[in-house]
C-alpha cells in the first residue's frame, strides 16, 4: 500500500477523468513512471496555461488515448517536476494531500505542497482564475 504525503493511506484523486500513471484514479507510482506523476492537483487555468507553454498541454482532449483534456476543476495526478516548475514560476496549482503520493516529498518539500493545499470546492468555477 502506497501512503500520501501526510502519513495515511493514499486515497483516490481522480475516476472522472480517469487519472494516474495506472490510469486507476490514484497517484501511484512505479519504476516506470519516469515523470513521478505523484502529486493530485486540481488544475486551474493559469496552471493548464503554464502547462502547455512548457510543451506538456492538458487541454487538448487526445481520443487515440482515452484524455478527454483537462478543464479548471479537474483533478489530476501531475508530474512533481512540471508541478514544482509551474510553482516556482507562480502558477503552481492547489494539492490534495491525502490523494498526493509520499515519493513526492523525494523532490518537493512537504512546506511547499502546504502552502498549495486545498480542499476540492463546491463551485469548481472558483478555480478558473
Avoid: Y
Avoid at 515523470?35 to 487515440?64: K, M, W, Y
Amino acid at each position: 500500500m502506497e501512503r500520501n504525503v501526510l502519513g495515511g493511506e493514499l486515497i483516490g484523486c481522480s475516476v472522472d477523468p480517469l487519472t494516474g500513471w495506472f490510469r486507476d484514479g490514484t497517484c501511484r507510482t512505479g519504476p516506470d513512471d519516469h515523470g513521478s506523476h505523484t502529486i493530485c492537483a486540481v488544475v486551474t487555468a493559469e496552471f493548464l496555461d503554464h502547462q502547455r507553454r512548457i510543451g506538456n498541454d492538458l487541454s487538448t482532449p487526445r481520443p487515440a488515448f482515452g484524455f478527454p483534456g483537462l478543464q479548471p476543476g479537474d483533478r489530476w495526478c501531475v508530474t512533481a517536476p512540471n508541478w514544482l516548475r509551474a510553482h516556482r514560476d507562480g502558477a503552481g496549482a492547489p494539492v490534495v494531500l491525502a490523494a498526493t503520493n509520499a515519493k513526492v516529498l523525494e523532490l518537493v518539500p512537504i512546506e511547499i505542497l502546504h502552502e498549495h493545499a486545498v480542499d476540492v470546492p463546491d463551485d469548481v468555477r472558483d478555480l478558473e482564475s
